[in-house]
């Protein structure tokens, strides 16, 4: 017999990918011939061994916590976002009947301190005020304290930021304890900066760049209206 014959001859050899390509083509497979299943042989990590069924129900047992785990979380994430949706309702319900700057103030604060567990709440007016009340803050609007916030006035979303190298780092600085972290809502009204809402907390993570601000610019949305009705 030639070499060649020899070659044409001889049977091919499956590899890895072939058998683990033709399980998964036919998953019945191993159901018509149990008796494979009885010479099969899985190490644990202890180093015991274990029939292929008991791996495959480890593994499926695996797969199902990783699914109940992933739905416990959706379900968490679902109940505290209807908490937050209730409790900004709340507020904007509130703010719908403020008639004074020093009314925003007070609602801002009783909402954001109170329900939403934030340390302190300031009111920034780019505009002179005769009113007066803790947390309200009124600049001129060509001041130089209303110029070193036009980067932040001149935005249009809410976003969270630390307190630390912050514009804001000033008008935080004369708190009881140091801040660390805010969540700043822009003012806007007939496309005109009206001022900021300043939310901070002392922990660094209350307000991180990863919160999710859409009930931020829901209140910024509905405050800017207010503000501008009462400052216009």
Not at 46 to 70: F, H, I, M, P, T
Request: charged letters at 20%.
């Amino acid at each position: 017999m030639s070499q060649a014959d020899s070659k044409v001859n001889k049977p091919s050899v499956l590899s890895s990918e072939d058998i683990l390509i033709y399980l998964n083509e036919h998953p019945e497979f191993l159901q018509q011939h149990p008796q494979i299943l009885e010479n099969q042989a899985l190490d644990h990590e202890c180093g015991d061994a274990s029939s292929l069924l008991e791996r495959q129900v480890k593994v499926l047992r695996q797969r199902v916590q990783d699914y109940a785990n992933k739905l416990d979380g959706l379900v968490a994430t679902a109940q505290r976002n209807d908490s937050q949706f209730e409790k900004t309702k709340d507020l904007v319900s509130t703010l719908g009947g403020c008639q004074n700057l020093s009314q925003v103030t007070a609602a801002l604060k009783a909402s954001f301190i109170d329900a939403f567990q934030a340390d302190i709440v300031k009111l920034i007016i780019l505009q002179d005020s005769e009113e007066q009340a803790p947390d309200l803050v009124t600049l001129s609007a060509n001041s130089e304290e209303a110029n070193a916030l036009t980067s932040i006035t001149e935005k249009t979303d809410a976003f969270c930021t630390p307190v630390k190298n912050s514009p804001l780092a000033g008008m935080l600085a004369d708190t009881a304890k140091p801040m660390h972290s805010c969540a700043v809502l822009p003012i806007h009204y007939q496309q005109q900066a009206l001022g900021l809402i300043i939310i901070a907390s002392a922990a660094e993570d209350h307000y991180s760049k990863e919160l999710d601000t859409l009930f931020l610019n829901h209140v910024a949305t509905v405050s800017s209206e207010v503000v501008g009705r009462i400052c216009g």
